[in-house]
């Protein structure tokens, strides 16, 4: 509790300081939410959609233990050969023993966050073997050693000249100006790497228990090629990736890509039922303390995910504070539930870096409730925790018990919160720059207290309603209509 403010904050702090960056990327993430929502309207049955989607993925995690089993049984029955990992070193341990075992030391890899949740590239590089990631911005976060910002959009923090810089820097690209121009350089430069590579790793969109099948959604097309070319491709996935049957799936194809990215589906979605002829299949899935969620009756609807990224290009926090200061695999709305629910203890600061708007379960295609969950989570940490004399805004404070309890005690009673509103009103007026100082100073740096008003709404509201009534009886009619103070 006690370094709660040091994280998210902290980071965001950092973020902010490039006030263009901050602007540019606030600003490209709105344009996505637009275009799901103009995408979404196009679909009369979306809200229906929505709704069937939640509940296929609840009776889904309920039964859980049942479509895990169905789901080997039917895998193998294609060829695939189905591993289980308990957390991120076993998933880790069997991959790195899939390839060491075949000689292999050049792999490819198509975005997969469960690999960046388990820490797989460092893992692999430091027993010797090169991998290549091959999503164009899992790339080029790849190469300045940072890990993605965003789940669908890896490097939606950085501008066309961070890019040119990073291929001229890491790859001795020439200088290039324009986006085309770096995706032709990036595109010659991993078909290189597609060539020589001995296994391709892909994540898992949906992997369907009635058929032994997975589905693999990209844009790229890349994980296509590292699947199709190497003679062993290894699929990673969370457990909670299941869907039923094959029926199902049309349900969430139709969501996923509209939610993304506004697309009505994603350029490749592909199909794997075992091994292409000659080459091998192995399906790696992970708990990783998705159990530990399972268990929590108010959380499992958060295993519904299904990683489209809408949450975070809706929420004003992770707009304006950007990828990075959650400092988690998953950021933005639904990586502050994942996170400190699969690391118990970690990442406390981030249910609090919510202005709990409920724009995320707004727009949420499988309707999670995230910012009912986030507060939960928040009343969590404060219930459990002991009262601590640190800083007076830190959540679970003694000082912030005390403005709780004050606030509770104003809201509760009519005539207390009406007389305080007074208070706050004739300091106000008398002194307009009140708000620069004591406990909302931060709150008003960055925007403008409107001027207050001589009464308050209730006093306002009565008044014209007087005005209307008299204004009924013709000897009191005014010559002109009432206006608002
Ligand atoms: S929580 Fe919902 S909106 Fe956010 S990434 Fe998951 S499915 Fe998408």
């Given amino acids: 509790m006690k370094a709660l403010l040091g994280q998210h904050p902290a980071r965001a702090r950092v973020f902010l300081a490039d006030a263009e960056r901050a602007r540019f990327h606030d600003g490209a993430l709105w344009e996505i939410r637009r275009r799901r929502d103009r995408r979404a309207r196009d679909l009369p049955e979306w809200e229906a959609l929505r709704s069937v989607a ?9 039964r859980l233990p049942e479509y895990l089993e169905q789901f080997e049984e039917r895998a193998a029955r294609h060829g695939a050969v189905v591993h289980f990992a308990r957390d991120a070193a076993e998933h880790n341990r069997i991959v790195l023993e899939l390839l060491s075992s075949r ?13 960046e949740e388990c820490g797989l590239n460092p893992w692999l590089e430091r027993h010797g073997i090169e991998v290549t990631d091959t999503d164009l911005g899992e790339l080029i976060v790849q190469l300045r050693r940072e890990p993605p910002s965003h789940i669908v959009l890896p490097a939606i923090h950085l501008r066309t000249q961070d890019v040119a810089e990073t291929f001229t820097r890491t790859l001795g690209a020439p200088p290039l100006t324009d986006a085309i121009s770096l995706t032709r350089f990036a595109r010659e430069h991993l078909r290189a ?10 994540g898992v969109n949906f992997a369907i228990a009635e058929t032994g099948g997975i589905v693999v959604c990209t844009n790229e097309g890349n ?25 199902d799936l049309g349900v969430f194809l139709r969501l996923l890509a509209r939610s993304a990215t506004g697309q009505a589906i994603t350029a490749y979605t592909s199909h794997h039922h075992g091994p292409r002829p000659g080459a091998e299949l192995h399906i790696v899935i992970v708990d990783n303390g998705r159990s530990l969620i399972r268990a929590e009756p108010e959380h499992r609807r958060a295993l519904a995910c299904i990683r489209c990224g809408a949450c975070m290009n809706t929420c004003p926090v992770y707009r304006r504070s950007g990828g990075h200061s959650y400092a988690t695999h998953v950021p933005g709305p639904i990586g502050s539930i994942l996170s400190p629910l699969q690391q118990p203890g970690e990442h406390t600061s ?11 379960s707004a727009v949420c295609p499988v309707g999670i409730d995230l910012h009912e969950q986030l507060l939960l989570l928040r009343r969590r940490q404060v219930d459990g925790a ?11 404070s003694r000082g912030k018990r005390w403005l709780g309890a004050l606030v509770a005690w104003t809201l509760s009673n009519p005539r207390r919160f ?33 001027p207050l008003p001589a009464r308050s709404f209730q006093e ?14 013709p000897e009191h009619a005014p010559s002109s209509p009432p206006r608002l103070p």
């Avoid at 939640?54 to 309920?62: D, E, F, L, M, R």
């Avoid at 790497?193 to 892909?202: C, M, W």
């Fill in 54 to 62: 939640a509940q296929i993925k609840a009776h889904t995690v309920g």
């Fill in 103 to 115: 000689g292999i030391s050049r792999v490819v890899k198509s975005k997969s966050m469960l690999t």
């Fill in 193 to 202: 790497k597609f060539l020589a590579a001995q296994a391709g790793i892909t």
């Fill in 223 to 247: 994980a296509d090629l590292g699947t199709s070319l190497p003679g062993l491709h290894i699929a990673c996935m969370g457990l909670e990736k299941l869907i039923p049957r094959a029926a």
């Fill in 350 to 360: 981030l249910p609090h870096a919510c202005t709990l708007c409920g724009s995320c």
């Fill in 386 to 396: 002991p009262a601590t004399a640190s800083r007076a805004a830190e959540p679970g």
């Fill in 418 to 450: 009406a007389r305080l509103g007074a208070c706050v009103r004739w300091v106000g007026r008398r002194w307009p720059g009140f708000s620069r100082f004591g406990p909302f100073s931060a709150w008003v740096a960055t925007r403008e207290l409107p």
């Fill in 460 to 473: 306002q509201y009565a008044e014209r309603r007087r005005q209307l009534v008299l204004a009924q009886k």
